[in-house]
């Protein structure tokens, strides 16, 4: 009995060697994982693009905007002329974070009824924002500690709800799952039936006959696009346009008592 298997064995390992592309399979998947994992997919929040507003101009809330920048959380990349602008790079999608320090901002410090500045953060990325909040408690540079240093504002998903999160990254899940299958899956049977084999012989090119396969599903894709963004909008409440300023309107008047 050893002996049969261990004949069996041998022989599964000598055609494995004769395999090349089974063999690159075995080295390379593993060092493919290891690399994406420990690389590419990096689940630290650090250097979130930042705009800041900066009404103060004095001397401590410029250490105050240092200190953020060197907590490595965020990344000041631009300026803003107030919270108007802030927005508009929101919306735009240049940043994620937007700091507004008004011009009273050393009088709010000893205030402890009101914050001191502001957090504008893009609600999209749950993750993104816990981590920005913790801004709100950032000791100052040879300052008392106020109770509230920023006040965090959430943009685009205000209310934390799970399905404007989950329902429209479905769209690259459901696309993948569908135009990538539905189309190996006519390719291959095209090839067991034998109609591929027919296609080729016809004047028909190559390429053509690829695309040929291809477009029907494009189309197919941007039909099921158009099913989801109906029923996330419909069914589960999920906007899919407009600004959170817009269906918060108070949210403007809190910016600039």
Do not use: C
Not at 113 to 125: E, K, T, V
Not at 144 to 152: C, D, G, K, M, V
Not at 197 to 224: C, D, F, H, N, R
Not at 245 to 256: A, H, N, T, V
């Amino acid at each position: 009995m050893l002996s049969r298997l261990f004949a069996i064995a041998s022989k599964e390992v000598r055609q494995l060697r004769r395999d090349r592309l089974t063999f690159g399979m075995i080295i390379g998947v593993p060092l493919l994982q290891i690399l994406l994992f420990g690389f590419a997919i990096d689940l630290d929040v650090r250097n979130v693009n930042a705009a800041v507003s900066d009404h103060a101009n004095t001397s401590l809330s410029r250490q105050v905007i240092a200190a953020t920048e060197a907590s490595q959380i965020v990344k000041i990349t631009q300026s803003a002329a107030g919270p108007e602008e802030l927005e508009a790079l929101l919306d735009a999608g240049e940043i994620d974070v937007g700091i507004y320090i008004p011009h009273d901002f050393e009088r709010r410090l000893i205030d402890d009824n009101r914050p001191a500045g502001q957090l504008l953060i893009n609600g999209s990325d749950p993750t993104v924002e816990g981590i920005v909040r913790r801004l709100g408690s950032m000791p100052l540079p040879g300052q008392r500690q106020p109770p509230n240093l920023f006040e965090s504002r959430t943009y685009y998903n205000p209310e934390g709800r799970s399905p404007v999160n989950i329902v429209p990254a479905l769209i690259g899940v459901i696309l993948h799952l569908t135009m990538v299958l539905f189309t190996a899956i006519a390719i291959v049977r095209e090839r067991e039936r034998g109609n591929l084999e027919l296609l080729i012989t016809t004047p028909v090119k190559s390429a053509e006959l690829m695309l040929g396969k291809i477009v029907p599903y494009v189309l197919i894709g941007l039909i099921q696009v158009t099913l989801i963004l109906w029923v996330s909008q419909y069914l589960f409440d999920v906007p899919v346009r407009g600004r959170v300023i817009d269906l918060y309107p108070s949210f403007r008047s809190e910016l600039m008592n």
